[in-house]
T-cell receptor, first 115, second 111 residues
Framework: DAGITQSPRHKVTETGTPVTLRCHQTENHRYMYWYRQDPGHGLRLIHY???????DKGEVSDGYSVSRSKTEDFLLTLESATSSQTSVYFC??????????????FGPGTRLTVL | GEDVEQSLFLSVREGDSSVINCTYT??????LYWYKQEPGAGLQLLTYIFSNMDMKQDQRLTVLLNKKDKHLSLRIADTQTGDSAIYFC???????????FGKGTSLLVTP
Protein backbone atom coordinates (compact mmCIF):
# COMPACT_ATOMS: atom_id res chain seq x y z
CA ASP A 1 0.00 0.00 0.00
CA ALA A 2 1.12 3.50 -0.81
CA GLY A 3 2.28 5.34 2.29
CA ILE A 4 -0.51 7.83 2.81
CA THR A 5 -1.89 8.78 6.18
CA GLN A 6 -4.66 11.20 7.05
CA SER A 7 -5.24 12.86 10.37
CA PRO A 8 -7.48 13.00 12.19
CA ARG A 9 -9.48 9.98 11.07
CA HIS A 10 -12.63 11.24 12.74
CA LYS A 11 -13.61 14.70 13.88
CA VAL A 12 -16.73 16.33 15.24
CA THR A 13 -16.79 20.10 15.29
CA GLU A 14 -19.22 22.97 15.57
CA THR A 15 -20.46 25.33 12.90
CA GLY A 16 -18.22 28.35 12.47
CA THR A 17 -15.02 26.79 13.76
CA PRO A 18 -11.91 26.39 11.59
CA VAL A 19 -10.79 22.84 10.88
CA THR A 20 -7.55 21.57 9.35
CA LEU A 21 -7.13 18.10 7.91
CA ARG A 22 -3.70 16.73 7.19
CA CYS A 23 -2.49 14.37 4.51
CA HIS A 24 1.01 12.94 4.80
CA GLN A 25 2.77 10.80 2.19
CA THR A 26 6.05 8.93 2.21
CA GLU A 27 6.10 8.18 -1.53
CA ASN A 28 7.62 11.45 -2.74
CA HIS A 29 4.81 11.77 -5.30
CA ARG A 30 4.48 15.13 -6.97
CA TYR A 31 0.70 15.42 -7.16
CA MET A 32 -1.68 15.49 -4.23
CA TYR A 33 -5.46 15.85 -4.18
CA TRP A 34 -8.30 16.43 -1.76
CA TYR A 35 -11.70 14.92 -2.53
CA ARG A 36 -14.93 14.79 -0.63
CA GLN A 37 -17.31 11.84 -0.84
CA ASP A 38 -21.03 12.28 -0.28
CA PRO A 39 -23.95 9.93 -0.94
CA GLY A 40 -25.37 10.56 -4.39
CA HIS A 41 -22.38 12.62 -5.47
CA GLY A 42 -19.51 10.20 -5.58
CA LEU A 43 -16.07 11.81 -5.31
CA ARG A 44 -15.67 15.50 -6.02
CA LEU A 45 -12.34 17.26 -6.27
CA ILE A 46 -11.82 20.12 -3.82
CA HIS A 47 -8.24 21.22 -4.48
CA TYR A 48 -5.10 19.70 -5.86
CA UNK A 49 -1.38 20.38 -5.83
CA UNK A 50 1.15 19.85 -8.59
CA UNK A 51 4.19 20.72 -6.51
CA UNK A 52 5.36 22.48 -3.38
CA UNK A 53 3.46 25.75 -3.08
CA UNK A 54 1.63 25.01 -6.35
CA UNK A 55 -2.08 24.44 -5.86
CA ASP A 56 -5.28 24.92 -7.81
CA LYS A 57 -9.02 24.73 -7.29
CA GLY A 58 -11.21 21.80 -8.09
CA GLU A 59 -14.92 21.45 -8.66
CA VAL A 60 -16.08 22.25 -5.10
CA SER A 61 -13.46 24.60 -3.64
CA ASP A 62 -15.70 27.23 -2.02
CA GLY A 63 -15.14 27.35 1.74
CA TYR A 64 -11.87 25.41 1.55
CA SER A 65 -8.23 26.40 1.33
CA VAL A 66 -5.08 24.29 1.02
CA SER A 67 -1.39 24.59 1.61
CA ARG A 68 1.61 22.54 0.62
CA SER A 69 4.89 23.71 2.12
CA LYS A 70 6.62 20.34 1.83
CA THR A 71 6.36 17.54 -0.70
CA GLU A 72 5.02 15.15 1.89
CA ASP A 73 2.25 17.24 3.45
CA PHE A 74 -0.96 18.65 2.00
CA LEU A 75 -3.28 20.48 4.38
CA LEU A 76 -6.97 21.16 3.83
CA THR A 77 -8.54 23.96 5.88
CA LEU A 78 -12.21 24.66 6.33
CA GLU A 79 -12.09 28.32 7.17
CA SER A 80 -15.46 28.38 8.97
CA ALA A 81 -17.06 24.96 9.00
CA THR A 82 -20.70 24.60 7.94
CA SER A 83 -23.05 21.62 8.19
CA SER A 84 -22.87 21.20 4.40
CA GLN A 85 -19.20 20.31 4.84
CA THR A 86 -20.08 17.20 6.81
CA SER A 87 -18.51 14.54 4.63
CA VAL A 88 -15.78 11.96 4.25
CA TYR A 89 -12.58 13.55 2.98
CA PHE A 90 -10.03 11.60 0.99
CA CYS A 91 -6.50 12.55 0.13
CA UNK A 92 -4.89 11.02 -2.95
CA UNK A 93 -1.42 11.12 -4.48
CA UNK A 94 -0.04 10.37 -7.91
CA UNK A 95 3.07 10.61 -9.99
CA UNK A 96 1.43 11.27 -13.32
CA UNK A 97 3.46 9.91 -16.17
CA UNK A 98 3.85 11.22 -19.69
CA UNK A 99 0.96 10.16 -21.90
CA UNK A 100 -1.64 10.87 -19.28
CA UNK A 101 -1.53 7.77 -17.06
CA UNK A 102 -2.61 9.03 -13.65
CA UNK A 103 -3.03 6.25 -11.12
CA UNK A 104 -4.06 7.82 -7.87
CA UNK A 105 -3.44 6.22 -4.49
CA PHE A 106 -5.93 7.05 -1.78
CA GLY A 107 -5.61 7.56 1.93
CA PRO A 108 -7.99 5.94 4.43
CA GLY A 109 -10.24 9.01 4.71
CA THR A 110 -11.32 11.45 7.42
CA ARG A 111 -14.92 11.47 8.56
CA LEU A 112 -15.88 15.03 9.49
CA THR A 113 -19.14 15.93 11.20
CA VAL A 114 -20.11 19.59 11.58
CA LEU A 115 -22.87 20.16 14.12
CA GLY B 1 -17.75 19.48 -14.87
CA GLU B 2 -19.80 17.05 -16.87
CA ASP B 3 -20.94 13.88 -15.15
CA VAL B 4 -19.54 10.41 -15.59
CA GLU B 5 -22.64 8.23 -15.40
CA GLN B 6 -22.99 4.90 -13.64
CA SER B 7 -25.94 2.92 -12.41
CA LEU B 8 -26.12 3.15 -8.61
CA PHE B 9 -26.85 -0.43 -7.57
CA LEU B 10 -26.29 -3.97 -8.78
CA SER B 11 -27.14 -7.20 -7.02
CA VAL B 12 -25.89 -10.59 -8.19
CA ARG B 13 -25.68 -14.10 -6.84
CA GLU B 14 -22.37 -15.62 -5.85
CA GLY B 15 -20.83 -17.42 -8.82
CA ASP B 16 -22.63 -15.33 -11.43
CA SER B 17 -20.98 -12.67 -13.58
CA SER B 18 -21.37 -9.00 -12.75
CA VAL B 19 -21.34 -6.25 -15.36
CA ILE B 20 -20.96 -2.65 -14.26
CA ASN B 21 -21.47 0.01 -16.90
CA CYS B 22 -20.18 3.56 -17.22
CA THR B 23 -20.63 6.38 -19.70
CA TYR B 24 -17.84 8.92 -19.68
CA THR B 25 -17.73 12.43 -21.02
CA UNK B 26 -14.39 13.28 -22.57
CA UNK B 27 -13.69 11.73 -25.96
CA UNK B 28 -10.04 12.74 -25.61
CA UNK B 29 -9.51 10.82 -22.37
CA UNK B 30 -6.36 8.77 -22.73
CA UNK B 31 -6.93 6.40 -19.84
CA LEU B 32 -10.03 5.10 -18.13
CA TYR B 33 -9.96 3.49 -14.73
CA TRP B 34 -11.98 1.27 -12.44
CA TYR B 35 -11.55 1.77 -8.71
CA LYS B 36 -12.94 -0.36 -5.90
CA GLN B 37 -13.94 0.93 -2.47
CA GLU B 38 -14.56 -1.50 0.35
CA PRO B 39 -16.60 -0.38 3.38
CA GLY B 40 -14.78 2.16 5.53
CA ALA B 41 -11.75 2.31 3.26
CA GLY B 42 -10.26 4.47 0.57
CA LEU B 43 -10.35 3.70 -3.13
CA GLN B 44 -7.98 1.23 -4.73
CA LEU B 45 -7.22 0.95 -8.43
CA LEU B 46 -8.68 -2.27 -9.80
CA THR B 47 -7.74 -1.97 -13.43
CA TYR B 48 -7.40 0.55 -16.24
CA ILE B 49 -7.53 0.64 -20.02
CA PHE B 50 -5.72 2.77 -22.54
CA SER B 51 -7.99 4.52 -25.00
CA ASN B 52 -6.57 2.75 -28.07
CA MET B 53 -7.67 -0.62 -26.70
CA ASP B 54 -11.10 -2.21 -27.02
CA MET B 55 -10.69 -4.83 -24.33
CA LYS B 56 -8.44 -5.72 -21.44
CA GLN B 57 -8.55 -8.91 -19.43
CA ASP B 58 -6.98 -9.41 -16.03
CA GLN B 59 -7.84 -12.70 -14.32
CA ARG B 60 -11.55 -12.46 -13.42
CA LEU B 61 -11.85 -8.90 -14.71
CA THR B 62 -12.70 -7.89 -18.27
CA VAL B 63 -12.86 -4.26 -19.33
CA LEU B 64 -14.62 -3.31 -22.55
CA LEU B 65 -14.27 0.12 -24.12
CA ASN B 66 -16.49 1.55 -26.86
CA LYS B 67 -14.96 4.89 -27.76
CA LYS B 68 -17.64 5.77 -30.27
CA ASP B 69 -20.34 5.62 -27.60
CA LYS B 70 -18.00 6.65 -24.76
CA HIS B 71 -19.05 3.52 -22.93
CA LEU B 72 -16.92 1.53 -20.50
CA SER B 73 -17.85 -1.69 -18.75
CA LEU B 74 -16.33 -3.91 -16.11
CA ARG B 75 -17.19 -7.59 -16.04
CA ILE B 76 -16.35 -9.66 -12.98
CA ALA B 77 -16.50 -13.38 -13.62
CA ASP B 78 -17.45 -15.84 -10.87
CA THR B 79 -18.41 -13.03 -8.50
CA GLN B 80 -17.64 -13.70 -4.84
CA THR B 81 -19.02 -12.18 -1.65
CA GLY B 82 -15.67 -10.45 -1.21
CA ASP B 83 -16.39 -8.50 -4.39
CA SER B 84 -19.18 -6.63 -2.62
CA ALA B 85 -18.04 -3.01 -2.71
CA ILE B 86 -18.57 0.28 -4.51
CA TYR B 87 -17.01 0.47 -7.97
CA PHE B 88 -16.09 3.79 -9.52
CA CYS B 89 -15.17 4.49 -13.09
CA UNK B 90 -12.96 7.48 -13.76
CA UNK B 91 -11.52 9.33 -16.72
CA UNK B 92 -8.46 11.52 -17.09
CA UNK B 93 -9.62 15.09 -17.58
CA UNK B 94 -8.18 17.41 -20.21
CA UNK B 95 -6.16 19.40 -17.68
CA UNK B 96 -4.26 16.22 -17.03
CA UNK B 97 -4.00 16.66 -13.31
CA UNK B 98 -7.16 15.17 -11.88
CA UNK B 99 -9.57 12.34 -12.50
CA UNK B 100 -13.28 12.76 -13.11
CA PHE B 101 -15.12 10.09 -11.12
CA GLY B 102 -18.56 8.65 -11.56
CA LYS B 103 -20.90 8.43 -8.56
CA GLY B 104 -20.09 4.77 -8.03
CA THR B 105 -22.01 1.50 -8.40
CA SER B 106 -22.73 -0.41 -5.22
CA LEU B 107 -22.35 -4.14 -5.92
CA LEU B 108 -24.01 -6.58 -3.55
CA VAL B 109 -23.17 -10.24 -3.91
CA THR B 110 -25.59 -12.61 -2.22
CA PRO B 111 -24.86 -16.26 -1.33
Amino acid sequence: DAGITQSPRHKVTETGTPVTLRCHQTENHRYMYWYRQDPGHGLRLIHYSYGVKDTDKGEVSDGYSVSRSKTEDFLLTLESATSSQTSVYFCAISDRLAGGYNEQFFGPGTRLTVL
Amino acid sequence: GEDVEQSLFLSVREGDSSVINCTYTDSSSTYLYWYKQEPGAGLQLLTYIFSNMDMKQDQRLTVLLNKKDKHLSLRIADTQTGDSAIYFCAESVKSGYALNFGKGTSLLVTP
